[in-house]
């Protein structure tokens, strides 16, 4: 159907509307019933968008639906059906078709629609319009609540809405060429907003407190009014220009003339006095051709330095994927009129809306209550009119609500978001990129208000600023924020504007450290360490905060406190409150936890915050008046504050968190992770944070926006210079930017004609190029140098001298004794005659140093001449002896094949009693080719499922797994253990095992039995401990996260999928490049980066989520009884549990399962009495002891109970079986009656069996 000829029905539809004579429309009688109808189209269009596409070629709304609006506006019904058609035809085109079409064809249906929003929104330029709708929108705020309609406030919604369209529309790059100054049709619109009077009632909207409803709305439609606009233009508009700004117009003229008429001298240069017909062959001694003979240069000599190999050659095609990202950010300036309109419009909305509407904004967004990306309007709102404000006079107090370490949180929170997000979302990585770009101008812009106030007059503002500051820079997340953007630059996702942006907010930020730091001798930083946690849950202490910490803090609350006047926001008064109303405690009794929220308050030195909680506590338990009485003075309640800051409170230790509840698995794993982050204070030292900068990774973002200089602004040159400057002459680090390309773009700066303009920039240069020319006369190797990029250690090489080979830290020299070495050349006289076909394995065994490797041998064999090279020493590829199998080997297979078909091990067995000995590869596959077998797995060893009579390894831990149905670790993993254990070795016989071999094998302990499910964790904890012991404490301790997350995001969405490990520290980044840790991913079952097409390693879809939370949990620190491993384990089993015979029955299985939880109960009973006996003196001794010990005492009797009837529970859980209503018939019943899942009672059993082991 073609698009341009309308359909039947569709066509009298749109008759069925009326029709326009001259100025008047008449309608039709069924014109209401006409509209409905076509909105009934739009609902059932196509993927082409076909009726859309009809309706605007036959300008339905500007020939129709305008007119009736504004002629028929009395008619209530065909109004809202109007509008309600209109918001649906202005919706933008990537909401109709989702994403910009690949496809040509829908290519083409996206221009055309794009086009008729074009033209729909030159229509909607309206003063007409625009008066009738702020007329509408105005009687119906008008109407009180009471009064106001379910279907009002959906007109007043489809209103915003249809003026938010309207707004959205892009400008028309073909049909606008308009230049600065020009009326553009965002202009006209602009301007028919503000003469019918909609921009007052949007600033209305966005300050009254009966409509916040629509504040999400509003600021949706007011950050579209500013889309193309800056604030300096603005502040700037209506104002004559200012000394400053002429003389920067000055300086930018006088460079470009200067560069003008450079480039004008150096023609007239290269011109002669004489034209010459004949300009000349030159052969250039010393530059090769193609071939062998010297270039011939057939031009002048003028033209000679712009000769290039590359003149004449095609250029490269560059891939999409590998093209660097542009800049799509368009601004120009207005028309006065409305730029003069915008800024009294900011003007009043800082004054009279700005706090509240971002208020409400940030409560939805935190709320969840606002669509995907909403943040981004917030994001746009507190960077443009921050930077309006502080153009404009800087008054803080106008973005008070903004201006806090709450708001840096959320921004920086976001950018890490979004970094996380272009990583894993590449389809979509150019918009994660926008909207990165976004968050980090509102990261700078908040910066920047900062810094502005930390140069006012008023000392009470310039207390406010320092005390930002100082939590800013206390925080270790601020500090490292742009450490990691600049590392983890990636110019094909992120444009230059972002990167000019993120090297301006380094600058800015690296300055205002550096002078916060002066004039303080010690300056104390947060520090986040891995901390080591212990395997068994026990209560920990709260972290103790020093005197020297407290009154530290306690003189930043007080200053912030007395700068505010005691005076707090009404967000901070109406969401203050101090008591739980979901916990289980009255609220009558919640006194002690509102007085620890408030300490906690302080403690994190959000001093408005802990006033507000001592306020509303104060108003809640007014008796007593233990929060202060109602007529308190400001000074009572700062010093109210003080005691509550030093007081020692009662905190509820973890484990009694833990154990009130049933349903806390996920609670508890998260407690513990927050133990394992030890926070810590230490010295900061500027210089050392700078050190930090001096990487190749952060000097190449530098230099890649030092390219373009010539069209950057000054300030931006001097940030790039500054800090190439702080590398170079501070760190005395010079030789890191001794690299080609930089020195390539050097060349460029002075040779460029108007390098006067960059005196900065050539300075520079000079500088580099003369410490470079210095050290080549010292070390001829600097000029090959200049290829490389240069980590610390080479550049401290490249200065200070070459270390010779071996001499590295990493290395250390084998040293043999004399003795060793005769011992080695006996051993080697006596067997190099012997048929072994490897020497080396003979001798390893029976030498007296037991630590001696394969390698250390062969290379000292190399070094005492007894071979020649280590080619002599080389391992023989096995199974590679014998190919051929003949008629008696087969049948010999054959016999052995039937004779131990049904055994335990039938591959073992045949191995071991095989004549020819093979590998078991070339075994497995000859029994396959011989059909004895269909499938390789019925070769698996077979593995006897222990019950809970005859295990003769099996902990307490195994056999109430066995007993509560829960699943065994071996059980879980047994199969996959056992398939990949047969596949490993089929794949490592077929290999050569001569790469980098560190352990000797035995040839007695060939044939290996499986690990235990408790022996591999043993060994999972044992490597994991020997990578902690390198100083990758904080890798374990991410990668254990990470598999506690994957582990809950799977439990949580019931789908297992491969989750990629992204590291976003540097540390972590190394650690994923270290051996040693790679050799732990390996092992706890972490996959590799398949191919090119992958960067990461993955957590595989095939581990479940109790596999995923047992590797965690065996990633936990080894104590030193637990080092032993799975020994240590079987001491633990009762007497009772001995080997059994294989022919017992299922009565002598229960009565043993019987006599095991009989002996268990034994010893929790008489643990607890122990226990009751001790709490007795206790009590007996708590007239004579502080209150806070025996509030202490009180609390272990309490844990000690709940632990032990956890048990008892545990043990009960099995309702339906026999055994236990036998065994234990004066059980607590009670317990049956709970319901936990099985996750939970494994955890907490494990946790309870481990506490009582280590007491008895």
């Given at each position: 159907m073609d698009l341009y000829m309308m359909n039947c029905e569709l066509l009298a539809t749109c008759s069925a509307l009326?029709?326009?004579?001259?100025?008047?429309?008449?309608?039709?009688?069924?014109?209401?019933?006409?509209?409905?109808?076509?909105?009934?189209?739009?609902?059932?269009?196509?993927?082409?968008?076909?009726?859309?596409?009809?309706?605007?070629?036959?300008?339905?709304?500007?020939?129709?639906?305008?007119?009736?609006?504004?002629?028929?506006?009395?008619?209530?019904?065909?109004?809202?059906?109007?509008?309600?058609?209109?918001?649906?035809?202005?919706?933008?085109?990537?909401?109709?078709?989702?994403?910009?079409?690949?496809?040509?064809?829908?290519?083409?249906?996206?221009?055309?629609?794009?086009?008729?929003?074009?033209?729909?929104?030159?229509?909607?330029?309206?003063?007409?319009?625009?008066?009738?709708?702020?007329?509408?929108?105005?009687?119906?705020?008008?109407?009180?609540?009471?009064?106001?309609?379910?279907?009002?406030?959906?007109?007043?919604?489809?209103?915003?809405?249809?003026?938010?369209?309207?707004?959205?529309?892009?400008?028309?790059?073909?049909?606008?060429?308009?230049?600065?100054?020009?009326?553009?049709?965002h202009d006209k619109l602009l301007w028919a907003i503000h003469m019918s009077g909609m921009d007052d009632l949007l600033k209305f909207l966005a300050s009254a407190q009966s409509e916040q409803q629509w504040s999400m709305h509003v600021l949706e439609v007011i950050s579209l009014m500013f889309r193309d606009q800056t604030p300096e233009q603005l502040v700037s508009a209506g104002h004559s220009r200012s000394a400053q700004e002429k003389q920067k117009d000055t300086s930018e003229l006088e460079s470009l003339r200067q560069k003008e008429q450079a480039e004008k001298r150096s023609r007239i240069m290269q011109r002669g006095n004489r034209h010459s017909r004949f300009r000349?062959?030159?052969?250039?001694?010393?530059?090769?051709s193609i071939g062998e003979k010297d270039v011939i240069f057939h031009s002048g000599l003028h033209n000679f330095k712009n000769y290039s190999h590359d003149a004449g050659k095609a250029t490269r095609r560059v891939p999409k994927r590998k093209q660097m990202a542009r800049d799509t950010d368009s601004q120009r300036r207005s028309v006065l009129n409305v730029r003069l309109f915008l800024r009294e419009f900011c003007v009043d909305f800082l004054e009279n809306c700005y706090n509240r509407l971002m208020y409400l904004v940030k409560e939805s967004l935190i709320r969840e209550h606002a669509q995907q990306h909403d943040e981004t309007y917030y994001m746009w709102a507190l960077s443009f009119f921050m930077a309006f404000n502080r153009g404009n006079g800087c008054k803080a107090e106008l973005v008070s609500e903004t201006l806090s370490v709450r708001?840096?949180?959320?921004?920086?929170?976001?950018?890490?978001?979004?970094?996380?997000?272009?990583?894993?979302?590449?389809?979509?990585?150019?918009?994660?990129?926008?909207?990165?770009?976004?968050?980090?101008?509102?990261?700078?812009?908040?910066?920047?208000?900062?810094?502005?106030?930390?140069?006012?007059?008023?000392?009470?503002?310039?207390?406010?600023?320092?005390?930002?500051?100082?939590?800013?820079?206390?925080?270790?997340?601020?500090?490292?924020?742009?450490?990691?953007?600049?590392?983890?630059?990636?110019?094909?996702?992120?444009?230059?504007?972002?990167?000019?942006?993120?090297?301006?907010?380094?600058?800015?930020?690296?300055?205002?450290?550096?002078?916060?730091?002066?004039?303080?001798?010690?300056?104390?930083?947060?520090?986040?360490?891995?901390?080591r946690t212990t395997r068994k849950k026990k209560p920990s202490a709260p972290t103790e905060n020093t005197p020297?910490?407290?009154?530290?803090?306690?003189?930043?609350?007080?200053e912030e406190l007395q700068s505010c006047g005691f005076q707090l926001s009404e967000a901070l008064t109406e969401g203050a409150v101090p008591f739980d109303a979901a916990s289980e405690i009255p609220v009558t009794e919640q006194r002690t936890e509102a007085m620890i929220r408030i300490q906690d308050a302080v403690l994190a030195r959000t001093g408005p915050e802990a006033l507000s909680?001592?306020?509303?506590?104060?108003?809640?338990?007014?008796?007593?008046?233990?929060?202060?009485?109602?007529?308190?003075?400001?000074?009572?309640?700062?010093?109210?504050?003080?005691?509550?800051?030093?007081?020692?409170?009662?905190?509820?230790?973890?484990?009694?968190?833990?154990?009130?509840?049933?349903?806390?698995?996920?609670?508890?794993?998260?407690?513990?992770?927050?133990?394992?982050?030890?926070?810590?204070?230490?010295?900061?030292?500027?210089?050392?944070?700078?050190k930090r900068f001096a990487s190749p990774n952060i000097v190449r973002p530098y230099l890649i926006l030092l390219r373009s200089y010539a069209t950057n602004t000054p300030h931006t040159n001097h940030c790039v210079v500054r800090m190439l400057h702080r590398v170079g002459v501070d760190l005395k680090m010079d030789a890191l930017l001794f690299q080609l390309s930089v020195f390539y773009l050097f060349n460029k700066i002075l040779s460029d004609p108007a390098a006067s303009a960059y005196k900065e920039l050539v300075t520079f240069a000079k500088y580099i190029l003369n410490r470079f020319f210095a050290l080549a006369a010292r070390n001829n190797k600097a000029f090959i140098e200049l290829l490389f990029w240069k980590n610390v250690g080479a550049v401290r090489e490249m200065t200070e001298g070459y270390s010779k080979d071996g001499d590295g830290a990493g290395k250390k020299k084998v040293i043999w004794t004399p003795e060793e070495e005769e011992e080695l050349r006996q051993l080697y006289e006596e067997h190099k005659d012997s048929e072994d076909p490897d020497i080396v394995e003979t001798l390893l065994p029976l030498l007296s140093n037991t630590n001696r490797t394969r390698r250390h041998v062969v290379a000292q064999m190399v070094s005492m001449g007894l071979v020649d090279s280590v080619k002599d020493l080389k391992k023989e590829r096995k199974g590679t002896r014998i190919v051929l199998w003949t008629e008696d080997q087969e049948q010999e297979l054959q016999m052995l094949f039937e004779e131990y078909k049904d055994s335990e091990d039938i591959l073992g067995n045949i191995l071991k009693h095989l004549t020819a000995k093979r590998s078991r590869a070339r075994v497995v596959d000859k029994i396959l080719s011989m059909g004895l077998v269909s499938d390789r797995r019925e070769l698996y060893k077979k593995r006897r499922r222990n019950t809970a009579g005859k295990s003769t390894g099996m902990t307490e831990e195994d056999f109430f797994a066995d007993l509560s149905g829960a699943p065994r670790r071996d059980?879980?993993?047994?199969?996959?253990?056992?398939?990949?254990?047969?596949?490993?070795?089929?794949?490592?016989?077929?290999?050569?095992?001569?790469?980098?071999?560190?352990?000797?094998?035995?040839?007695?302990?060939?044939?290996?039995?499986?690990?235990?499910?408790?022996?591999?964790?043993?060994?999972?904890?044992?490597?994991a401990q020997n990578v902690r012991r390198e100083g990758l404490s904080g890798p374990v301790l991410w990668l254990q996260n990470c598999l506690n997350r994957a582990a809950d995001?799977?439990?949580?969405?019931?789908?297992?999928?491969?989750?990629?490990?992204?590291?976003?520290?540097?540390?972590?980044?190394d650690a994923m490049e270290n051996k040693s840790f790679q050799r732990l991913l390996r092992k706890v079952g972490i996959r590799a980066p398949a191919d090119e097409q992958e960067s990461f390693w993955r957590i595989p879809a095939t581990l479940s989520i109790y596999q995923l939370r047992v590797l965690a949990t065996s990633l936990n620190p080894l104590k030193e009884n637990e080092v032993g491993g799975p020994a240590e384990s079987e001491e633990s089993v009762p007497s009772s549990v001995a080997p059994q015979q294989e022919d017992e029955g299922p009565d002598s299985q229960e009565l043993r399962a019987q006599a095991l939880r009989a002996l268990l109960l034994a010893r929790q009973h008489k643990r607890s009495a122990e226990d009751t006996n001790k709490d007795s003196t206790v009590e007996e001794a708590a007239p004579e002891s502080p209150k806070g010990e025996a509030q202490s005492a009180g609390v272990g009797s309490k844990t000690s109970g709940k632990r032990s009837r956890m048990l008892d529970s545990d043990d009960e859980q099995d309702d339906d079986s026999p055994s236990r209503m036998n065994a234990e018939p004066e059980a607590d019943e009670g317990s049956d009656a709970e319901a936990r899942s099985a996750p939970a009672n494994k955890r907490r059993r494990q946790r309870v069996l481990s506490d009582d082991e280590d007491e008895d």
């Open positions: 009326g029709y326009l004579e001259g100025e008047t429309y008449h309608k039709e009688p069924d014109c209401l019933e006409s509209v409905k109808d076509l909105i009934r189209y739009l609902r059932h269009e196509d993927d082409t968008r076909d009726i859309r596409q009809q309706l605007g070629a036959g300008q339905i709304l500007q020939n129709d639906l305008l007119p009736i609006i504004t002629q028929h506006g009395q008619d209530k019904p065909l109004f809202d059906a109007c509008i309600r058609l209109m918001v649906n035809l202005t919706q933008p085109a990537l909401l109709c078709f989702g994403k910009i079409p690949d496809d040509p064809a829908f290519r083409h249906h996206f221009l055309q629609i794009v086009s008729y929003l074009h033209a729909y929104k030159e229509a909607f330029a309206n003063e007409k319009v625009f008066a009738v709708l702020s007329e509408t929108l105005y009687n119906l705020l008008q109407l009180d609540w009471e009064q106001r309609q379910e279907e009002d406030n959906l007109l007043i919604e489809r209103i915003l809405l249809l003026i938010r369209n309207v707004l959205h529309v892009p400008p028309d790059p073909y049909e606008e060429k308009n230049v600065d100054d020009d009326a553009s049709v000349g062959s030159y052969v250039v001694e010393g530059l090769k708001a840096f949180h959320f921004i920086e929170k976001n950018i890490t978001n979004y970094y996380e997000m272009m990583l894993t979302d590449k389809k979509e990585a150019t918009s994660w990129s926008r909207r990165m770009h976004l968050a980090l101008k509102a990261y700078q812009e908040l910066l920047m208000t900062v810094n502005e106030m930390d140069h006012s007059k008023d000392e009470n503002i310039r207390q406010s600023a320092n005390v930002i500051k100082s939590n800013i820079f206390y925080l270790m997340e601020y500090r490292e924020i742009f450490l990691t953007l600049l590392r983890k630059f990636d110019e094909r996702m992120q444009p230059r504007s972002f990167l000019r942006d993120l090297v301006e907010s380094t600058h800015l930020f690296l300055r205002m450290l550096e002078r916060f730091c002066k004039g303080r001798n010690n300056l104390l930083v947060q520090k986040k360490k891995a901390k020297e910490a407290l009154e530290e803090t306690w003189k930043i609350i007080s909680l001592l306020r509303a506590a104060r108003e809640v338990w007014p008796e007593g008046n233990v929060f202060g009485s109602a007529e308190v003075q400001p000074e009572e309640e700062l010093e109210l504050l003080k005691q509550i800051l030093f007081a020692e409170l009662p905190r509820p230790t973890q484990t009694e968190a833990a154990m009130d509840e049933d349903d806390d698995g996920a609670e508890l794993e998260e407690e513990e992770e927050l133990e394992s982050v030890r926070v810590s204070e230490t010295e900061f030292n500027f210089l050392d944070f700078i059980a879980i993993t047994g199969d996959e253990e056992e398939e990949d254990e047969l596949e490993d070795e089929l794949m490592d016989e077929d290999e050569d095992e001569e790469e980098k071999e560190e352990v000797r094998v035995v040839p007695e302990k060939k044939n290996r039995r499986r690990e235990s499910a408790v022996e591999k964790n043993t060994s999972v904890g044992t490597m995001d799977r439990e949580e969405d019931g789908v297992s999928h491969p989750v990629p490990l992204v590291p976003l520290t540097e540390e972590n980044e």
